[in-house]
Structures are given as structure tokens and as C-alpha cells.
């Protein structure tokens, strides 16, 4: 990926997240947090990460960043070839439309929509026909086995088949990148285990790159690498006690 | 289509809500076009024609105006003299004449208020009356008829004759009010078509006449000292503001109208005039009233906008982080409020439309010579207009305020 010219190109070996000496604070009241310092990272295409910190480490800000919910005050961000940092909110709309997948803690479905009426609300937005958007809907609610349930309302599906429903939408516009913040933290176990096991097998099948924010160490291992963040910078040797074995 | 139908999905979302929104609207809707509809038929009351002009002759210095009966056939001729002087197209002289069904207690319920008058101007002079559709105006002609041929003959506006409990056919007595010891017998003969008139009664003035003139004979040969008063108006109708302007310049110059002096004013001007009494209730209808009402519907519409919003602040963030721009929220929740203010309005003022006109037949509210006001035809659209408005008006600030939910703040739970 050529970063000096601002019109990147990207190959196979570029990382599809670059994060470099990127600052972020924040005002409360009077006072400024800083809570990212400079931080820099790969991600490359089709890694499945974790990222893991105590409360306050920087781990949902960087994820912010990453996913053009946020802007860093100093720093680059670049992802799938794109300076997402230097992108204003209406770009950064509709660039999160087409490249990034969120995955919630809480799912946050809408609950007067159905499970298809919820996993076709990012295509509305996309010049698509009905047809289309039907049959990926429909692809996307078949790779998260709920076929069965598509004219269901969230509050008509269990936890797990909430965040099922949370992660077709996430994937129904084939985004380059998922960003999946603590996924399991509002699961019983078993769900938790379908969901990793799901998140897993759309990174191993359809080579997803998946950045998943965690305090769960069980929900870590499923990851190919972990990074640790403390006070908004990534730590070699992390405080293990401060995690759950789940 | 998809933005349509999340509205209507959104609205569905909290059916109490919503339907104690809309039911708000529905109540206050029909409301404004009540106060609207007896505005607006004052308004084209008092609004001067260009053409087909009504001119009203009246005594000039003094009300009510009380002119010799002598006045009555030159000036319904336009005080013309000579074969080139200018005639109004019609015209009709109003004497008025209230008498009361019993003699020693007068209430409301057994008086009587009649306009004396030549019975074929009814139908040509009469306004409404001289518009009605051709079976109406055939039916009532026939009334009319029996009224020219029976001098004795009243009809009465349907309200008026439930109010006396009378019916077509009963003959009554009237003891003169206005006219002291003058005593009229009636044979009803017949009822207005409903509407306008429901709360009148018209006379022959022949019959008037008459008794004026048979007053001395029982009283010691003294006219009746109302003998010489008894022309209350003199209505004459003119194509247009010119002939209007030469006609009364010709009563105006003419010699025979000095004592008393005669006045001409347009019917228009004559109801302002009339009006003048009712000034600050029309005012305060006009310009406190509907706006009042006009504001509170739009801060019910903004307080269920806002709880609305209040609630949905998560999900409006979701649909940030999904790609929705802030102006297509912000159009998402001003679409709610919109859809339920115009539904809510134009099902409101239709139904008001139909009760009011159809099952209620017109709003009683006695006011100058108007006594029923009928909804117009405009108001269709008035309920679909002001709930329109007032749900933009209601909505626009806590629509607006979406544009700022910040989709990280949302999501900064983790840390």
C-alpha cells in the first residue's frame, strides 16, 4: 500500500488496518483524558484479533477509530486502502455502509423490525434492487442459520439468535472488516461458544477481518492474536488477573 | 417506500402513544375549523363584491332605522325620477315586526321575530334563499305562493317552530312588541329551507300595513305611533360598484328624503357596521383563540416527538453507525410527526365536515343576523394544513436534535 501519494493501492499483503501514532482525548469538565497516546498497528487482511484492556485502556475509542465512528485529534488511520482519518461525517457514512461490519454487545436491533427487515437496513442505503437485497439478506440470514426465523421480531428470538441477527446485518453488506465489541458479554456460555464458533467460520470461510473488543479470555483464544491495551497504549506483559476465564 | 414503512412501524411501535397523539389532534382540529368557518363566513360576509351589489338604504342618523313607509316605492325605484336616471335590478323593503304567543309573560321560546316584506322577493331578493338548488327553490316558492295569497299567512325556520311547539297548519296569535296593541293572528303556512333561517319567521307586510292602518279606528282616530316608522331597510340589487355609486348619489340629491334623512351603504358595509357590536369576540376568536389552540397542538405534538426521541436515541445511533446520515434520521423523525398530523387532521376535519353539515345541520352560534354557520367546502383541507403545520412546528426542534446524537457516545460503554 503506497501511503505517500493519498491514493492508496492495496495488495494482499498490505494490512487492511493501519493505525499510526494515533491520539485521542477527551474533556471531562475542565480536565483533559488522554486515552489514546500515540498508538500504532497492523492489522492484516483476514486476521481475527482481540483486543483486550482493563475499563478505561483505550479498546472502544480505537475501535471508534477503526471503524470511522470516531476521528483521532493527531495520527493516521488508514483501512482497506482508505484514509479513513481524513474523511469527513458524510463520507464516513457512507464508507462504513460498505466496509465495515459492526457486531454489538447488546445487539441493538431495531425491535419494531423483523430479523430480515433488520438485516436489510444497511442495504436501503445502497443502490440496490429488491431483488438483490432480498437474496443477500437471505445469504447472510442462511450463513447465521436463522432462515427459520426471518419474520420474527427481536423480542420473539433468544440472546443468541438476537446476535445472530446482529451479525448478518453486520455481514450482509460483505464488509472488509468486523468490528465486534464484547460480542459475547451478554450471552449464557453456550450461546457465547455458537457465536464465537460463527465469527470464527466467517473468518476461516469468507476470510473476514474481524477486530473483536473483549473482556472474555475464552472469547480471546478463538482469536489469532490478542493485544493488550493499558491507559492507551499496547502492553507486552498485561495484568492476566484482570480478565475472566468466562 | 422502506423510509414510509419504518415510519409507519415506528408510530406503530407505542399504539398508546401514538393514538393519545392523534386523538389530541382529532379533538383540537375540529375545533380551529369551527372558529374558522364562522371567520371565514364573516369574512366573505363583509367582503365587498365587485358585482351583483346589494345597497342598503337605512335612516341615517339614527338605530335602529325607523323611515316612513311613504319612502318605501320611490326609493325601491333608486329614487329615480327622470327616464334616464338609473333602477336598481330588483329590491325588497324589510319592516320588522316581534310579537310574543302570550301576552302577559314574554320569553324567549314564545317570541316571535318576523321580517315583514313583499313574499316574491323571498326568492329573489333574499340571500341563500335567492341560490337555492331547483327542487328547493321549488318547494319553497310554493310556500312563498301561500304567503302572497294569505295575507295572514308566517312562515317560520324549522327551530323556531320546534321552539313554539307549533306545526305548518296551527294558527297563532302574536302580541306586538315592538308594535304596542297591535295583535296579529297567523296561520303558519309553511317552513325555510333549512339552514340559515331556521330560527326566523316572515310576514306579509301587507298584513302589517293593514293593522296600521285599522289602528285608529280603535283608538280614537291617533295613528299608531309607529305608523310613520314602520320602513326599517330598503334593500336594492345593482350590477355593478357604478351603478351602485349613481344610485345612491340619486337618493342621496333627491328632495324627498329629509326628514328623516336616508342613508345608502353596500350590504357588506352594512353587516361590518353590524359587526362593529361583536368586534373584540371576533378579534379575540381570530387572533387568541385558534392561535391557542394552534400552539398547544403543536406542544403535544413536540412532548410526544420528544419522549419519542428520548427513547429511540440508541437506536437512532445504530442507524448512524450503519450509514444513515444525520438529515435522513432527522427526516425519519420528522416523517413520523407529519404523517401523524396529517392523518390525524384530514380524518378530523372531514369528520367534522360530514357531522357538523350532514347530522348536525350547521354550528349554532347567533351572531349579528347569523344565527347558523355551515363548515365550507375549503375546510377539507384545512385539518390535512394544520396538521401539517403543527406537526412540523412540534417536531422540528427534537427532530433536529438527532442530528447531534453522537454515536460514540453511545457506544463508550466498554472503555
Partial sequence: MNLD?????????????????????????????????????????????????????????????????????????????????????????????????????????????????????????????????????????????????????????????????GIARAIVTDPSLLVADEPTGDLDAKSATEILDLMAELNTSLHKTIIMVTHDLRAARRAHRTLHLDKGVLVTEPDMSLYEAG | MHTIRLIVKNLRRNPIRSGLTALGIMILVPVVTLIWSILSFLDAATEEKASNLKAIVSERWTLPSQMPYSYATSLSEGASRE???????????????????????????????AFALQPQKLLTMMDELDSLPADQKERFGKVVDKLASNRQGLILGEDRLAAIDRRVGDRITLYGLNYKD???????????????????????????????????????????????????????????????????????????????????????????????????????MRWLLAPAILVTLAMVISNAIRISVRERRTEMAVMKVLGYRPNQILLLVLGEALLLGAVSGAISSIATYVLVNNAM???????????????????????????????????????????????????????
Fill in chain 2, 361 to 415: 345541520g350547521g354550528v349554532k352560534f347567533p351572531i349579528a343576523f347569523f344565527g347558523v354557520f355551515f363548515i365550507p367546502n375549503d375546510a377539507l383541507w384545512w385539518g390535512l394544513a394544520i396538521g401539517l403545520a403543527t406537526s412540523f412546528l412540534g417536531s422540528i426542534v427534537p427532530a433536529w436534535s438527532t442530528r447531534s446524537v453522537r454515536v460514540v457516545d453511545v457506544f463508550s460503554k466498554v472503555g
Fill in chain 1, 5 to 165: 501519494d493519498g491514493n492508496p493501492i492495496v495488495n494482499a499483503h498490505d494490512p487492511i488496518v493501519l493505525v499510526r501514532n494515533a491520539h485521542r482525548s477527551f474533556r471531562r469538565g475542565n480536565e483533559r483524558v488522554d486515552v489514546l497516546g500515540g498508538l500504532s498497528l497492523e492489522v492484516p487482511p483476514g486476521e481475527f484479533l482481540a483486543l483486550m484492556g482493563p475499563s478505561g485502556s483505550g479498546k472502544t475509542t480505537l475501535l471508534n477509530l477503526i471503524a470511522g465512528l470516531d476521528r483521532p485529534d493527531q495520527g493516521e488511520i488508514f483501512v482497506a486502502g482508505d484514509k479513513v482519518s481524513g474523511m469527513n461525517e458524510t463520507q464516513l457514512a457512507a464508507w462504513r455502509t460498505r466496509h465495515v461490519g459492526f457486531i454489538f454487545q447488546f445487539y441493538h436491533l431495531l425491535p419494531v423490525l423483523t430479523a430480515f427487515e433488520n438485516v436489510e437496513l444497511p442495504l436501503l442505503l445502497l443502490p440496490l434492487s429488491a431483488r438483490a437485497r432480498r437474496e443477500q439478506v437471505m445469504t447472510a440470514l442462511d450463513l447465521v442459520g436463522l432462515t427459520e426465523r426471518v419474520r420474527h421480531r427481536p423480542g420473539q428470538l433468544s440472546g443468541g439468535q438476537q446476535q445472530r441477527v
Fill in chain 2, 182 to 284: 297591535i295583535n296579529l293572528e297567523f296561520e303558519i303556512v309553511g317552513t325555510f329551507p333549512v339552514g340559515r333561517y331556521d330560527n326566523s319567521a316572515a310576514m306579509n307586510v301587507e298584513y302589517l300595513l293593514a293593522a296600521l292602518d285599522a289602528y285608529p279606528t280603535s283608538h280614537s282616530g291617533k295613528k299608531h305611533p309607529l305608523a310613520d316608522k314602520c320602513l326599517n331597510l330598503v334593500w336594492l340589487r345593482v350590477p355593478d360598484r357604478s351603478a351602485y355609486e349613481t344610485i345612491g348619489r340619486q337618493i342621496a340629491e333627491s328632495p324627498l328624503y329629509t326628514s328623516p334623512s336616508v342613508k345608502v351603504e353596500t350590504a357588506s358595509s352594512g353587516v361590518s357596521t353590524f359587526l362593529q357590536a361583536y368586534r373584540d369576540l371576533i378579534w379575540g
Fill in chain 2, 83 to 113: 327616464p334616464d336616471d338609473l333602477r336598481p335590478e330588483d329590491s325588497m323593503t324589510w319592516s320588522f315586526f316581534g310579537g310574543s304567543l302570550d301576552p302577559k309573560t314574554r320569553t324567549f321560546d314564545n317570541s316571535l321575530f
